[in-house]
């Protein structure tokens, strides 16, 4: 079959195409690597972090990837159209492609359901999906525009924005003893 790449350079051990970006990740996998991880240079990213951390907890085998630039590599974009990370692919499972670090994380969790990182009731683990959906859609967007911000005069008004953001935790302490799972 007509390959959608430009011919192949052998650069080492892994296959380089003349698509911008460089090393081209959907080629060559290790078919005994479980599952491939795609995050930033160093994994600075949280969200990538996040997934990280879930996949190191969980035990899970990974090869990570690393993908930098703006724009994202050609060969990224051809994994996630998107072209944030984190996203993994999966050999395993016909080289599947998962995307968004929520996802992932509850997808990791799928694959070990007897791991202890989510609650076992559904009102607990619905409770972590809010937590979570919170942190991703206000206390994250509150603190990277403080942290940017070179506004002097907006410094009050967003470290109170930030401050509010991070009450939502704090009120849900209460809460917190049915969402810790006994190790």
């Given at each position: 079959?007509?390959?959608?790449?430009?011919?192949?350079?052998?650069?080492?051990?892994?296959?380089?195409?003349?698509?911008r970006?460089?090393?081209?990740?959907?080629?060559?996998?290790?078919?005994?690597?479980?599952l491939?991880?795609?995050?930033?240079?160093?994994?600075?990213?949280?969200?990538?972090a996040?997934?990280?951390?879930?996949?190191?907890?969980?035990?899970?085998?990974?090869?990570?990837?690393?993908?930098?630039?703006?724009p994202?590599?050609?060969?990224?974009?051809?994994?996630?159209?998107?072209?944030?990370?984190?996203?993994?692919?999966?050999?395993t499972?016909?080289?599947?492609?998962?995307?968004?670090s929520?996802?992932?994380?509850?997808?990791?969790?799928?694959?070990?359901?007897?791991?202890?990182?989510?609650?076992?009731?559904?009102?607990?683990?619905?409770?972590?999906?809010?937590?979570?959906?919170?942190c991703?859609?206000?206390?994250?967007p509150?603190?990277?525009?403080?942290?940017?911000s070179?506004?002097?005069?907006?410094?009050?008004?967003?470290?109170?924005?930030?401050?509010?953001?991070?009450?939502?935790?704090?009120?849900?302490?209460?809460?917190?003893?049915?969402?810790?799972?006994?190790?």
């Amino acid at each position: 079959a007509a390959s959608a790449f430009a011919p192949l350079r052998s650069v080492g051990c892994r296959a380089k195409t003349d698509l911008r970006g460089g090393y081209d990740s959907t080629v060559g996998i290790d078919p005994s690597t479980p599952l491939q991880f795609f995050t930033t240079p160093d994994n600075t990213c949280p969200y990538a972090a996040r997934s990280f951390i879930a996949l190191k907890e969980l035990g899970i085998p990974f090869e990570t990837q690393e993908v930098s630039g703006r724009p994202k590599p050609d060969w990224y974009l051809k994994i996630n159209p998107r072209g944030k990370v984190p996203a993994i692919k999966i050999p395993t499972e016909e080289n599947a492609v998962v995307y968004e670090s929520a996802i992932i994380c509850e997808y990791l969790c799928d694959t070990k359901p007897d791991s202890t990182l989510m609650p076992t009731d559904a009102i607990s683990r619905a409770q972590v999906r809010l937590l979570n959906d919170h942190c991703d859609t206000v206390l994250t967007p509150a603190q990277f525009t403080f942290f940017m911000s070179k506004d002097p005069e907006k410094d009050e008004e967003l470290s109170a924005g930030l401050e509010e953001a991070l009450m939502v935790y704090l009120g849900m302490r209460s809460s917190w003893r049915r969402l810790v799972v006994p190790i």
